[in-house]
């Protein structure tokens, strides 16, 4: 009788370091110049300020359905937008205020939206997940898991068709990264040298399970390697260094070189959604990342210490998000529920 075979139990997956090889990030960029530092602060500080009274208003009841909060991951969508030419298009999942925000839309209509108010971007109708810009190139949240990678994969080729220099950044998380239709998606965006860059905002958990319990490699920016995808993994938590790997990679794909990925380590602090007690993790680690790496607390010290900004101008800057998001609230409030005709409208494309 032959003998039994052992079989070894899988070593314990370690989270590779965070590396940014091939990415040069210079201090004296751009990018990280006082006055561009201060816009990041700025707008992340508005991302930050609209989901807390976002969270506050699904508390209240005046939000229903799902809604999922980007806190902690304000980094990732700011840093990068900053690296886009106009005429650029985005494309999400359904964690998707902040994108909004940084893509320029009006946080009036993105709370009115998530409120279900005829005011809002999708008159009331799609909810936190489904609201889209065409103006500001934003072509929506989507509530299907890794449903937005074929779509932000069609825009790259409607770029490459067009011949318009444009690209495709399309955004997805760790969660979605096991996928079929990603992989179908990168083999076509290789196989054809569309201008996507896709970013995968890597927190951790996905929907509730670690990474390293989800996925056999959590290296995730070498997952488009056997499409000859390049990729880089950098720190989400840091806006420069997200901006500068977004420039890298937006030249990369605007060069005809083809699609990029790019692995943004980063966390979130709330639950998945709002109905998450999210019980998968410890409020001590929460509280580590919160304390030890937050994007908004790192940036601000970095403004005091190295460019001697005013604790006076960060109060200001302070004021103006809270104004901005207490007057989008009210005018949430104020904007009247759609009529019930509206459930007939917006079916069918028109001829």
């Given at each position: 009788m032959a003998a039994k075979r052992k079989v070894k139990a899988p070593k314990s997956v370690v989270e590779p370091a965070v590396t940014t090889a091939g990415l040069q990030i210079s201090p004296d960029a751009p990018g990280a110049l006082p006055g561009a530092l201060m816009g990041y602060y700025r707008d992340m500080l508005l991302i930050r300020r609209f989901e807390e009274r976002a969270g506050q208003l699904y508390g209240m009841g005046l939000i229903g359905g799902f809604c999922h909060l980007y806190i902690g991951q304000e980094a990732v969508v700011v840093g990068m937008q900053a690296a886009l030419h106009d005429g650029d298009t985005v494309v999400t999942s359904y964690r998707d205020h902040g994108h909004m925000l940084a893509?320029?839309?009006?946080?009036?209509?993105?709370m009115a939206e998530l409120t279900g108010r005829r005011c809002g971007y999708s008159h009331g109708k799609g909810g936190s997940m489904h609201m889209f810009s065409p103006d500001k190139n934003f072509f929506g949240g989507h509530g299907i898991v890794a449903a937005q990678v074929p779509i932000g994969t069609g825009l790259g080729f409607a770029h490459r068709y067009k011949d318009d220099g444009h690209i495709s950044v399309t955004y997805l998380g760790d969660g979605a990264i096991n996928q079929g239709q990603v992989y179908e998606s990168f083999n076509m965006a290789s196989l054809w040298k569309l201008p996507v860059v896709y970013v995968i905002e890597n927190n951790r958990y996905g929907m509730g399970t670690s990474v390293?319990?989800?996925?056999?490699?959590?290296?995730?920016?070498?997952?488009?390697?056997?499409?000859?995808?390049?990729?880089?993994?950098?720190?989400?938590?840091?806006?420069?260094?997200?901006?500068?790997?977004?420039?890298?990679?937006?030249?990369?794909a605007r060069s005809g070189q083809g699609p990029i990925i790019l692995e943004m380590s980063t966390y979130r602090y709330r639950g998945h959604s709002m109905s998450d007690p999210a019980k998968y993790r410890s409020r001590e680690e929460v509280s580590r990342m919160r304390s030890e790496h937050d994007p908004l607390d790192h940036l601000r010290r970095r403004l005091l210490d190295e460019h001697e900004a005013g604790e006076d101008e960060l109060k200001q800057i302070e004021k103006r998000a809270r104004d901005i998001v207490a007057e989008a609230a009210q005018f949430a409030q104020d904007c009247p529920e759609p009529d019930p005709s509206e459930l007939w409208t917006d079916v069918l494309a028109e001829a």
């Open positions: 893509c320029g839309m009006d946080p009036k209509g993105v390293s319990r989800a996925s056999a490699r959590t290296d995730l920016f070498h997952r488009g390697i056997a499409y000859g995808i390049p990729g880089e993994q950098v720190d989400g938590m840091d806006v420069v260094a997200v901006h500068q790997a977004g420039l890298a990679a937006a030249d990369h």
